[in-house]
Each structure stands twice: as structure tokens, then as C-alpha cells.
């Protein structure tokens, strides 16, 4: 046998869902139960976690066992152990139990993305491990989800009625205009009215942000040009033309990361007529800038409520 035809017949096993079960190893090589999950992994546990953790165990484990003496019983144990077989596969059964554990809050399972979330999530539902939900929920804020996937963690916070993840997520996406954001499967899971409600706050901060016209005085507007511009009187953008830009740009999306736009930095210092040195000056100031403005703008945001039930 060639060796590109033995590679492709060791690819097809691993492929194939495991027929013989194997243990899962450590942390879950020890305990009075059994979880075998979809594709024949054995997960030694314990009953009083499950139950702690889970409703639907807690009521499972309350019910009479069979006998031990039992031929069917006997069938479904293990080194003495009752098997439970389950329909998740182990990669979300070990991260399900791990949030079981009693140290999982100083040992936190890794979630790598929001399928894995998503995954993980589904299966604390079907258990009705509330907790472990509650937990989970609150990871999905964390960076690495919020800056690539913002509209679903918006959705998946909202589903699970978590209020301060849902704003989070909710101001996050005020960096974006109302319609920029991909349509993704877990909006299915929310209703039209909290969509609604998304869109209307996203809409009460961008007009809100007419506010910042009380400012110009202490938070004044980065220079566009230098004195050899204005000497030259090359100048074509007013004070007030600038100001208003500055508004309409908040106002579609209303967060202080629209002012470091390329584009649009770009845009303003053509208008203005600058110069080479002004060009490459202005992207710098603005981004000192917008740490300025930071302030002000998310002072007006504070003041929108995202109109969510969350009950």
C-alpha cells in the first residue's frame, strides 16, 4: 500500500464516529456516573455536581434506579458505574462539565469562538444548568467576540435576557452605521421588537449627538491645515462647514471611532484645500482628539436607555 492511500484510509477512519467508547481522561477519570457523549466518550462524573448544576439531573437522580441485578442495568454500566448517554458531542460535553466543577470560576473553560458559545449554550438549556447560562453569557462581551462578531453577541445576549451584555454590545455596534451589520443566524432567536428597540437606540444616539454644538469651546476642533495653508489662502472649508461634518459623522455612527476613519480624514483634508504636511499631521491630531471627545460623546450615549424588557 502506497503511502498517499494509507494517509487517505487513516483520514476516512477518523472520520467515522467511533464505535468502541473511550475514557475521556483527566479531570473526568473519576466519579459515580457516567456521561457518554455522541461520539463515544466516556465522562466519569459526580452526581452531586450534576444535581447542583442541573435541574434536569437533579430530578433524574431522584427517580428510583434499576437494580443492579438488572441484565438491562448491567448493560448500561461501567466498572460498576451507571452510563447516561447524551446527544452532545465530547468536545461540548468536556466544556459543559468543566463549567460543572466547583473551581470552574478561577479555572474558566476556553471558549474559542461563538459557535463553540453557541454549542455550549444550547446544551446548558436542554439541562437546565441556569447558572452555567448565566456564566457563559457574561464571557461573551470579552474582545475577541465583541470587535469580529458584534450583532451576534448583541443576539445572544438578548436571547438570554442578560441586560448589561446586551448594551454592552449595543453601544459597541454605535461604531457602525444602522445598516452595516450582516444579517446572522441568531437574530432568529430574538424578536422583531427588540430589533426594533436596537435600531431606535442606535437612531436616539446618532441625534443626540447635536449636543456636541455646546462643546466646540472646550473641546475645539484639531486644526485642518497649518499657517503656510492659510497664508496661501488655500483654505475652502469653514469653521461651521467643518463642525456640521463632524455632527453628520456622529450622527451615523455615533461613536468617537468615526473621526479615525481613513476615508473620511481624508475627505476633510482635501476639502480644506491642505497641504502634503497636513495630510500626514491630521490623522495623528485626530486620533489625539478623539480620546478628548471620548468623554463628552459617551456622556450622551449614558443618557439613551435601550428600550429592552428584559423580564
Not at 458559545?117 to 475577541?144: C, E, H, N
Not at 478623539?290 to 443618557?303: D, R, S
Amino acid at each position: 500500500m502506497d503511502t498517499c492511500t494509507a494517509l487517505h484510509k487513516h483520514t476516512d477512519i477518523e472520520d467515522e464516529p467511533r464505535q468502541i467508547p473511550v475514557d475521556a481522561g483527566a479531570p473526568f477519570d473519576r466519579g459515580d456516573i457516567i456521561l457518554r457523549s455522541a461520539d463515544n466518550v466516556d465522562f466519569h462524573f459526580y452526581k452531586l455536581l450534576l444535581s447542583l448544576a442541573s435541574s434536569f439531573f437533579s430530578n433524574m437522580f431522584s427517580l428510583p434506579q434499576p437494580s443492579s441485578l438488572d441484565d438491562a442495568a448491567a448493560d448500561q454500566t461501567k466498572h460498576g458505574l451507571p452510563i447516561i448517554s447524551v446527544t452532545e458531542k465530547s468536545v461540548v460535553l468536556r466544556k459543559l462539565l468543566s463549567f460543572c466543577s466547583p473551581v470552574y470560576d478561577t479555572d474558566v473553560p476556553v471558549l474559542e469562538n461563538l459557535d463553540v458559545v453557541m454549542s455550549v449554550l444550547d446544551a446548558a438549556d436542554k439541562y437546565d444548568m441556569r447558572r452555567v447560562g448565566i456564566f457563559i453569557v457574561r464571557m461573551i462581551t470579552a474582545p475577541r467576540f465583541l470587535e469580529k462578531e458584534p450583532m451576534r453577541v448583541f443576539a445572544i445576549a438578548c436571547r438570554y435576557r442578560s441586560e448589561a451584555e446586551t448594551l454592552v454590545a449595543a453601544r459597541y455596534m454605535l461604531r457602525f452605521a444602522v445598516w452595516e451589520p450582516a444579517y446572522v443566524s441568531e437574530l432568529d432567536f430574538i424578536s422583531g421588537s427588540d430589533f426594533q428597540r436596537l435600531v431606535k437606540y442606535h437612531a436616539s444616539c446618532g441625534q443626540a449627538m447635536s449636543q456636541l454644538t455646546r462643546l466646540w469651546s472646550t473641546y475645539p476642533l484639531p486644526s485642518l491645515d497649518c499657517k503656510f495653508c492659510r497664508k496661501k489662502g488655500v483654505s475652502r472649508l469653514s469653521l461651521k462647514e467643518y463642525q456640521s461634518s463632524v455632527i453628520e459623522t456622529l450622527r451615523v455612527r455615533p461613536s468617537v471611532e468615526s473621526l479615525l476613519n481613513p476615508e473620511w480624514i481624508e475627505s476633510m483634508v482635501k476639502r480644506a484645500g491642505s497641504c502634503i504636511g497636513c495630510r500626514e499631521r491630521v490623522p495623528r491630531t485626530f486620533a489625539e482628539y478623539a480620546k478628548e471627545l471620548a468623554f463628552p460623546v459617551m456622556a450622551i450615549i449614558l443618557e439613551i436607555r435601550l428600550d429592552i424588557d428584559f423580564r
